[in-house]
């Protein structure tokens, strides 16, 4: 399928007619033809005619971008550079919202084209009616090929190019090789809920290599499942295992999507207790909802398409809510997809929940148990699809996922159960839990429901196994991890937060996304203006711009383990505090409270406090620094000691000072 709405050679291009031209690129358009869309092309393919007289090459009008949901005005292929162009027609300005939108263009191409990426690319800001600009020709620092955006108007636009090339020197790109290359993307979470919901497809968001094979052969496995209960009238109940950032929520985002109307006989719904990340995915979609209304020219209202974008996403509590209005009445939804279903309450917790904010006095099932309970109310058939992950559990009363095969056992013997052959594994920890799935009737394990590759770093996708060998004390190990990814993955070490801002601001390009994150126990961070006991709202931290004082841009507002946990940023500062630190016993486990902190004794408080520098640690997609601060000689809360053991175990892994 072609990835552009039109696409020649530059020579065809010169002698065809614009009403061929416009009249191909409607024809390939996805949406309403707008007069103004139609305008903006004509403007384009205008001054084209007169900037492309003299060269040969290729040109590519509304190049395709899945992974953002976009398209590229205009791609060039001339002599050895790829010319990425983004016209604002009739501005006379060059906001930092377009220079950043053709800056991730370029971006995209380089990381994710697989023809693009040895190549020299040019993005172009061409803001058609603005004054003369200033051709300023450099590399991005990353000294990858990539050229800083440069800015236009339209009677400089001729020249920008004839200086590129110039500067760049000879050489040519085959323009056949060039189409040919693999659109290989990595999307964050928020791109690929915008993706789907927009009707594409898993294999266009994603990479083809072997982890995004396995992706794919996952949803599609699950598909399966769900016919064949739909097809035998059964019900069941598949765990679907995978490493940090290995795509597990955008395997449940592709089943629920596939059916997202009520009226599909397999009406799923994705639902998550994670609250930030579901509060986040909705809100990025109604945005997007909305943004792309005014494209269209059917203007949606925000709330209106809040509203629509619930039936897709849900959070399990809201859920759970609703089937305790009719204990008799099963849900609309026969497939229910629960992500980080380790994380759901056990009995205690539930039952605690049940009678203080629900008026349940009595309740005596864990969430586990009582979400079955509600499927089970469908009189032909159900499937209920646990997404696990390990060692993700972070917070008190989290069941792990032993008390789902618990209940399934004790509960619904009628039901199947589909398991991930790498359950097994002891970060799961379910292994006494399995045993008892060897009395239960009927149970598959499959190779199919693990994903095993890290798909949030489309850079190092050993960051996962890095992180594990820091946690668990394998140091040499850990060295040898991070030798194999140094170069693709960066990660710096500092005692200075100011340092560490400087350098995330560096590194990001484009509209990469960068934050501080923290652990929640972080309590003497407040020297430092890093208080996480001050309230932050995920949504503006994740989705607003850089302009916005709220966003996580600024590095002002930080976001701890319960914000990020399911989501990703570009880069991260990691600011470690005394609560995990690192002595000649190993580990010590502290909270604070009063005036001192406190060592925690309890196994499991240890495992949620372990668990949650696992989850900051593996938020990046592309570099990371950390930042272990001084500590002070003179505050006793804060005592160098507290800070320096740490410090001295990341420098002998082999991180890189600033």
């Not at 001054?47 to 992974?67: D, K, M, T």
């Not at 923290?518 to 503006?540: E, Y």
């Amino acid at each position: 399928m072609p990835r552009a709405y039109y696409s020649a050679p530059i020579s065809d291009f010169l002698h065809a007619s614009n009403e061929e031209i416009v009249g191909a690129l409607s024809l390939n358009n996805d949406f309403v033809l707008i007069q103004t869309q139609r305008d903006a092309w004509v403007a384009q393919i205008e001054i084209l005619r007169i900037v492309l007289a003299n060269h040969e090459g290729s040109i590519y009008f509304e190049y395709s971008i899945p992974r953002m949901g976009r398209r590229i005005d205009v791609v060039l292929l001339i002599g050895p550079v790829i010319f990425v162009l983004e016209f604002k027609v009739g501005e006379k300005t060059h906001t930092t919202y377009a220079f950043d939108q053709v800056f991730d263009y370029a971006l995209d191409l380089k990381n994710f084209h697989e023809s693009s990426h040895e190549q020299f690319i040019a993005p172009v800001l061409v803001a058609t009616e603005a004054g003369p600009q200033p051709l300023k020709i450099t590399f991005t620092p990353r000294n990858d090929k990539l050229l800083v955006p440069i800015k236009t108007n339209k009677e400089q636009l001729s020249d920008a190019i004839d200086e590129i090339l110039n500067y760049v020197g000879a050489g040519i790109i085959d323009a056949c090789e060039w189409n040919a290359g693999r659109y290989c993307p990595t999307p964050t979470i928020i791109e690929a809920a915008m993706a789907l919901y927009n009707n594409h497809s898993v294999a266009e968001i994603t990479r083809s290599d072997a982890g995004a094979t396995n992706l794919r052969l996952t949803s599609s496995t699950i598909s399966e499942v769900v016919n064949l209960s739909k097809e035998r009238a059964l019900k069941s109940l598949c765990f679907v295992t995978g490493v940090p950032g290995a795509g597990k929520t955008l395997v449940g985002l592709d089943v629920a999507n596939k059916h997202s109307e009520a009226k599909d006989d397999l009406y799923s719904v994705y639902l998550s207790g994670n609250g930030p990340l579901v509060t986040i995915l909705c809100e990025a979609l109604a945005r997007d909802k909305v943004s792309r209304s005014k494209n269209r020219g059917n203007r949606v209202r925000i709330g209106e398409a809040r509203s629509s974008v619930k039936a897709f996403i849900q959070n399990v509590h809201q859920f759970r809510d609703e089937c305790l209005r009719d204990i008799s009445e099963a849900p609309i939804e026969h497939v229910a997809i629960f992500d980080e279903a380790q994380r759901a309450w056990n009995m205690e917790q539930t039952s605690s929940f049940m009678k203080r904010k629900r008026n349940h006095p009595n309740f005596s099932q864990s969430e586990p148990e009582y979400l079955i309970s509600c499927m089970d109310r469908h009189k032909d058939w159900a499937v209920i699809v646990c997404l696990v992950g390990g060692g993700q559990e972070i917070n008190t009363g989290e069941a792990g996922i032993g008390e789902w095969i618990s209940s399934i056992t004790r509960s619904f013997p009628d039901w199947r159960v589909y398991v991930s052959s790498r359950l097994t594994d002891s970060e799961y920890q379910a292994g006494e839990a399995l045993e008892l799935l060897k009395t239960h009737a009927n149970v598959t394990y499959l190779d199919e429901l693990h994903l095993g590759v890290s798909m949030r770093s489309f850079r190092a996708e050993d960051v996962s196994l890095l992180v594990k060998q820091m946690l668990d004390l394998e140091v040499d190990s850990a060295k040898r991890t991070y030798e194999k990814i140094k170069d693709r993955y960066p990660i710096v070490i500092t005692r200075d937060l100011a340092k560490a801002k400087s350098w995330l601001k560096r590194h990001a390009r484009g509209s990469e996304r960068y934050g501080i994150v923290v652990s929640s126990q972080a309590d003497r961070l407040k020297p430092h203006a890093i208080d996480v006991k001050s309230p932050m709202d995920p949504v503006n931290w994740f989705l607003n711009e850089k302009d916005d004082v709220r966003s996580s841009y600024y590095l002002e507002d930080v976001a701890t383990e319960f914000h990020v946990q399911g989501l990703e940023l570009d880069w991260t500062c990691v600011t470690w505090d005394a609560d995990f630190r690192h002595t000649k016993n190993g580990w010590s486990h502290h909270s604070f409270r009063g005036t001192d902190w406190n060592r925690i004794n309890k196994d499991e408080r240890k495992q949620y406090l372990k668990n949650a520098y696992r989850v900051l640690l593996t938020r990046a997609r592309q570099g990371m620094v950390l930042v272990v601060p001084n500590g002070d000689t003179e505050d006793q809360t804060r005592t160098p000691q507290y800070y320096d053991g740490t410090y001295s175990y990341l420098r002998e892994i082999g991180f890189d000072e600033i």
